[in-house]
């Protein structure tokens, strides 16, 4: 099924969590009308404040929201939406994997998915080929992420082509739900809950697989809050 994500940027002078509630409340109905078969939205809402030690990315700069839509063709008909409730986006036809389904606490309709979710914008390294990323990355890198975090869903989004021209550079789009402790708990985070050796042990295996497909410094990561939406 055809996948399309798009990073929102809201109006600075809007209340951000009156701005969160319209696309809930209206951008997703709206895209589910205009022809998507299934809307999720992530967002840096409140409930995912505690976590904004995890964020990171290049110029200080994040996305206010980032919508992601499955059976939504080339995305030529969303546009207007996007327009009207944002102050300005970016999207991608993405190719999805999903090497880690959750089964743990499936999405319920329109209700704030259990724990949280990472969301993280991935950048090819300068002179690494695609093919040569896309072995370290998800031949040889999800493996590793899956056993060495406490993840109970790991969705890979590789990008395919961009919505816009001016759209900014973007390989990937990696999406990992985690428990609600991994917030502000590093060692639930490496699935490593009380035990130091453990948690020393998955951190050291995990930054050396990602030193294969990612420059430090080049990413955008951030904890959102999950709330998916179907017809």
Request: with cysteine.
């Amino acid at each position: 099924m055809e996948k399309l994500i798009a990073i929102m940027t809201a109006d600075p002078a809007v209340d951000q969590a009156a701005w969160q509630a319209g696309l809930r409340q209206r951008l997703a109905p709206a895209l589910l009308d205009a022809g998507a078969a299934r809307v999720r939205i992530n967002l840096p809402d409140a409930a995912v404040a505690a976590g904004a030690g995890l964020r990171q990315s290049p110029d200080g700069s994040y996305p206010d929201a980032i919508v992601q839509m499955w059976g939504a063709g080339d995305g030529s008909g969303f546009g207007a939406l996007f327009d009207h409730h944002a102050a300005r986006w970016h999207g991608w036809q993405v190719e999805e994997q999903v090497p880690l389904p959750n089964t743990a606490c499936p999405p319920q309709p329109g209700e704030r998915t259990a724990g949280w979710a990472q969301i993280a914008l991935l950048v090819r390294p300068t002179g690494q080929s695609e093919a040569d990323w896309l072995e370290a990355w998800q031949g040889r890198h999800t493996a590793v992420a899956i056993e060495t975090q406490s993840t109970f869903e790991y969705v890979q989004n590789r990008v395919v082509a961009p919505l816009r021209d001016d759209a900014p550079d973007c390989a990937a789009i990696v999406e990992e739900c985690f428990p609600e402790a991994a917030l502000t708990d590093p060692l639930t985070f490496f699935d490593a809950a009380g035990d130091v050796a453990k948690f020393k042990a998955n951190l050291a295996r995990m930054m050396a697989s990602c030193e294969h497909f990612i420059t430090p410094g080049t990413i955008t990561v951030m904890p959102t809050s999950q709330y998916e939406f179907v017809r």
